[in-house]
Protein backbone atom coordinates (compact mmCIF):
# COMPACT_ATOMS: atom_id res chain seq x y z
CA UNK A 1 0.00 0.00 0.00
CA UNK A 2 1.16 3.16 -1.02
CA UNK A 3 0.23 6.79 0.65
CA UNK A 4 0.57 9.92 -2.02
CA UNK A 5 0.56 13.47 -0.43
CA UNK A 6 0.34 16.52 -2.97
CA UNK A 7 1.08 19.45 -1.47
CA UNK A 8 2.28 23.56 -3.13
CA UNK A 9 -1.30 23.91 -4.59
CA UNK A 10 -2.34 27.67 -4.14
CA UNK A 11 -3.35 31.02 -6.26
CA UNK A 12 -1.53 32.06 -8.98
CA UNK A 13 -1.74 35.17 -11.28
CA UNK A 14 -2.17 34.29 -15.60
CA UNK A 15 1.32 33.77 -16.85
CA UNK A 16 3.18 32.72 -12.69
CA UNK A 17 4.77 29.77 -11.57
CA UNK A 18 3.71 27.23 -9.56
CA UNK A 19 5.82 24.42 -8.07
CA UNK A 20 3.52 21.16 -6.99
CA UNK A 21 5.20 18.24 -4.81
CA UNK A 22 4.38 14.47 -4.29
CA UNK A 23 5.29 12.31 -2.09
CA UNK A 24 5.14 8.96 -1.83
CA UNK A 25 5.43 6.33 1.32
CA UNK A 26 7.13 3.56 -0.46
CA UNK A 27 8.64 2.87 -3.59
CA UNK A 28 7.17 3.12 -6.69
CA UNK A 29 7.68 1.90 -10.38
CA UNK A 30 6.32 5.28 -11.74
CA UNK A 31 4.27 8.55 -10.10
CA UNK A 32 1.84 10.76 -12.27
CA UNK A 33 -0.15 13.93 -12.63
CA UNK A 34 -3.90 14.08 -12.95
CA UNK A 35 -6.15 17.55 -12.71
CA UNK A 36 -9.78 17.51 -12.44
CA UNK A 37 -11.04 21.12 -13.07
CA UNK A 38 -15.09 21.38 -12.02
CA UNK A 39 -17.51 19.73 -14.28
CA UNK A 40 -14.79 18.22 -16.18
CA UNK A 41 -13.21 14.57 -16.18
CA UNK A 42 -10.49 14.14 -14.44
CA UNK A 43 -7.35 14.13 -16.93
CA UNK A 44 -3.62 13.09 -17.59
CA UNK A 45 -1.28 15.37 -16.82
CA UNK A 46 2.02 13.68 -16.96
CA UNK A 47 3.98 10.54 -15.98
CA UNK A 48 7.45 10.08 -14.56
CA UNK A 49 9.50 6.88 -14.09
CA UNK A 50 11.50 6.03 -10.86
CA UNK A 51 14.51 4.41 -12.93
CA UNK A 52 15.46 7.70 -15.03
CA UNK A 53 13.57 7.68 -18.13
CA UNK A 54 12.46 10.76 -19.62
CA UNK A 55 8.85 12.02 -18.18
CA UNK A 56 5.91 11.98 -20.54
CA UNK A 57 3.44 14.72 -21.16
CA UNK A 58 0.17 15.31 -22.32
CA UNK A 59 -0.31 17.68 -25.24
CA UNK A 60 -1.83 20.58 -23.36
CA UNK A 61 0.91 20.89 -21.01
CA UNK A 62 4.07 20.05 -22.96
CA UNK A 63 6.31 22.73 -22.89
CA UNK A 64 5.44 24.28 -19.97
CA UNK A 65 5.02 22.11 -17.49
CA UNK A 66 8.00 20.37 -16.28
CA UNK A 67 7.80 16.83 -14.37
CA UNK A 68 10.42 15.96 -11.97
CA UNK A 69 12.35 13.50 -8.99
CA UNK A 70 13.94 14.68 -5.58
CA UNK A 71 16.78 13.18 -4.75
CA UNK A 72 15.10 10.53 -2.96
CA UNK A 73 12.61 8.86 -5.63
CA UNK A 74 9.93 8.71 -3.35
CA UNK A 75 9.35 12.49 -4.60
CA UNK A 76 7.89 14.22 -7.49
CA UNK A 77 7.69 17.55 -8.79
CA UNK A 78 5.26 19.64 -11.23
CA UNK A 79 6.44 22.95 -12.08
CA UNK A 80 3.90 25.05 -13.69
CA UNK A 81 4.65 27.77 -15.32
CA UNK A 82 3.04 30.22 -18.01
CA UNK A 83 -0.19 29.70 -16.19
CA UNK A 84 -3.38 29.88 -17.96
CA UNK A 85 -7.02 30.10 -16.47
CA UNK A 86 -7.58 26.91 -18.07
CA UNK A 87 -4.93 24.81 -15.82
CA UNK A 88 -7.21 25.75 -12.80
CA UNK A 89 -8.18 22.58 -11.32
CA UNK A 90 -7.05 19.92 -8.65
CA UNK A 91 -4.27 18.55 -8.97
CA UNK A 92 -4.01 14.59 -7.94
CA UNK A 93 -0.39 12.50 -7.50
CA UNK A 94 -0.78 8.57 -8.61
CA UNK A 95 1.48 5.75 -8.24
CA UNK A 96 2.10 3.10 -10.53
CA UNK A 97 4.03 -0.19 -8.96
CA UNK A 98 4.99 -2.16 -11.73
CA UNK A 99 6.02 -1.36 -15.74
CA UNK A 100 2.75 -2.64 -16.51
CA UNK A 101 0.26 -0.27 -14.63
CA UNK A 102 2.59 1.94 -15.39
CA UNK A 103 2.58 1.94 -19.27
CA UNK A 104 -1.34 1.68 -19.23
CA UNK A 105 -2.14 4.05 -16.73
CA UNK A 106 -3.95 1.69 -14.97
CA UNK A 107 -3.17 3.46 -10.94
CA UNK A 108 -3.86 2.14 -7.91
CA UNK A 109 -3.00 4.65 -5.56
CA UNK A 110 -4.07 8.29 -5.66
CA UNK A 111 -3.51 11.12 -3.38
CA UNK A 112 -6.44 13.35 -2.13
CA UNK A 113 -5.06 16.43 -4.39
CA UNK A 114 -3.92 19.73 -3.74
CA UNK A 115 -5.83 23.12 -5.60
CA UNK A 116 -4.40 25.54 -7.92
CA UNK A 117 -6.16 28.59 -8.78
CA UNK A 118 -5.04 30.88 -11.82
CA UNK A 119 -6.74 34.36 -12.40
Known amino acids: HVQLVESGGGSVQAGGSLRLTCTAS?????LAWYRQAPEKEREWVGT????????LYSDDVKGRFTISQGSAERRMYLQITGATPEDSAKYYC????????????????WGQGTQVTVS
Open 26 to 30: AHTSC
Open 94 to 109: AAGLSQYTCGRRSFGF
Open 48 to 55: IYTDGVDP
